[in-house]
Structure formats: structure tokens, C-alpha cells
């Protein structure tokens, strides 16, 4: 893709963003899209909001399970970026409104306290780098109409990105197995889903591994103070106007979100 035509793949999703309409593919739009483009699409998005005074507070992995990997075709995991606006409070009313068509998944987030800088960094390295994890909610969204979302889609859709809730109770790393956590996900009271930390390429560490030396070699580098997402370690739910969900992970205690009953805009 040339660059007018990846600026114009970024204003349609943004535009999509502010009407509230996803749009048709982009793989159909732009027939000649590779996973390269899609990344200049999502960092088009990225640069257009920080222009617009938002700022980068972390990246999320997705496609991080094998079942996923095999859904969409890919052998690897992709990212997105988390900005400050997407960040919500746990037990505060969420405008479901504000998106187009959620779904939530449960996370262990790591909150890092020294920069991590790839290629080269190892699970040491990337276990010194992690000051504490939170047991997390991420909505994911698609600017895509129905779903219909390749690699390239969702690549360029800031990988599918939409909202964290982070809960309340940091736990230091040292104190808890993340591959052996155990996650159930209730949705409204009923148990929607069950999993454990190993669904995250065999630990949610690996994750935080495979982004530091994915993006350092593009001259990024996972800052003091970001918040990484490494994958679900469930299935995405959907969500609907008033909605409660709650993740319990274990050793790492539990995570609320909370949906407003309105749907508008």
C-alpha cells in the first residue's frame, strides 16, 4: 500500500470510531493489504490520536492462544496500543454506547517499573522489568462490521482494541504462578467461561517476552509505568447495555466491570 492509500484506510476507521458504523473489510477495500500495511494503518491511528492529545499508556497482545492463532490462519501473536481513554474504573458505570460491538475478555495485566527494550530480552529480563500484576477486563471492539476480521483487519484495527478495566489489588509476580491461575468469568451472576494463565502461549510471561523483542526492533520500547495485556485466558464474551462482569483470578483476586444501561452515543 502506498501511503495515501494507508491514510485512507486510517480515516475510515476513524471515522468509524466517531460515527458509531463499521465499515466493510479492509482486506476488501484494499484487496493488496499485507500484515506489514496494517501496522502502518494502526500506527497512522496511534500518531492521529496522540495529535489529539491522548497518550500512550501500554500495548496489548492479542491472538495469543493457539486455538486463535488457528482461527484466523497466522502462527503468531499480534499487538495494539492502550491509550489513556481507554482506561476505565472498575465498579463505574462504562458507556457501552461508546462502542460498537463488545465483547470482554479476562487478562493478567502487568505494570511494568523499568523500561524493556527487545530484540534480546529474555523472561529474566522480563520478569526484573515487571513491578506488579492486576487481575484485568479488556473490551475488544471491532471497526469492522460483524466481525468479519482477517489478520490484516484486525491488525489495522489497533488489533481489535477498545477498553481495560484494571482491578484494585496489586500482587507482586514472586508470589504467584501465572501459568497455574485459574480464571473464571461471570457475566450478570452466571459463570460465562473458565481458564487458566497457560492459555497464554503456555504463560502470559512469554507474551510480555514476544512484544518487547516484536516492537524494539522498531524503535519502541515498553516504558516505566505501561500496562501490558498479554491475551485472554478465556474465550471474549459479549456485552450488552447494564451488564456486570466480574474476573476472579486466582492468587490475583477479582476485577468488575460494570456497563451503563443506556446505549446511546
Not at 147 to 157: E, P, Y
Not at 190 to 203: E, K, P, Q, R, W
Request: a negative charge; charged letters at 15%.
Amino acid at each position: 500500500m502506498d501511503d495515501a492509500s494507508v491514510r485512507d484506510a486510517a480515516g475510515a476507521l476513524g471515522r468509524a470510531y466517531a460515527s458509531g458504523t463499521p465499515i466493510r473489510p479492509i482486506v476488501e477495500s484494499h484487496p493488496g493489504a499485507t500484515l506489514a500495511d496494517a501496522y502502518r494503518i494502526q500506527l497512522a491511528q496511534v500518531r492521529a490520536w496522540e495529535g489529539a492529545g491522548e497518550v500512550v499508556k501500554g500495548h496489548k497482545v492479542g491472538l495469543a492462544s493457539a486455538a486463535m492463532q488457528r482461527q484466523m490462519g497466522v502462527d503468531q501473536p499480534d499487538y495494539g496500543h492502550l491509550t489513556g481513554g481507554m482506561f476505565h474504573l472498575e465498579h463505574q458505570p462504562i458507556p457501552h454506547g461508546g462502542y460498537l460491538q463488545p465483547r470482554i475478555e479476562p487478562e493478567i495485566a502487568f505494570v511494568l517499573h523499568r523500561e524493556l527494550t527487545g530484540p534480546g530480552v529474555t523472561a529474566a529480563d522480563a520478569v526484573r522489568a515487571v513491578d506488579f500484576v492486576l487481575p484485568a477486563l479488556e473490551i475488544v471492539d471491532s471497526r469492522i462490521a460483524d466481525w468479519r476480521i482477517s489478520i490484516v483487519d484486525t491488525v489495522a484495527d489497533n488489533a481489535s482494541s477498545g477498553g481495560v478495566v484494571l482491578g484494585s489489588r496489586p500482587t507482586l509476580l514472586s508470589t504467584v504462578d501465572l501459568r497455574l491461575a485459574g480464571c473464571t468469568l461471570h457475566s450478570n451472576g452466571a459463570l460465562a467461561a473458565t481458564g487458566a494463565g497457560g492459555a497464554v502461549l503456555g504463560s502470559p510471561l512469554n507474551a510480555l517476552v514476544w512484544l518487547a523483542n516484536t516492537v524494539g526492533p522498531l524503535g519502541v520500547s515498553l516504558e516505566p509505568g505501561h500496562v501490558i495485556l498479554p491475551g485472554s485466558m478465556t474465550g471474549a464474551i459479549g456485552v450488552s447495555p447494564g451488564d456486570t462482569v466480574v474476573a476472579a483470578v486466582a492468587g490475583l483476586g477479582t476485577v468488575t466491570a460494570v456497563f451503563d444501561r443506556e446505549d446511546a452515543r
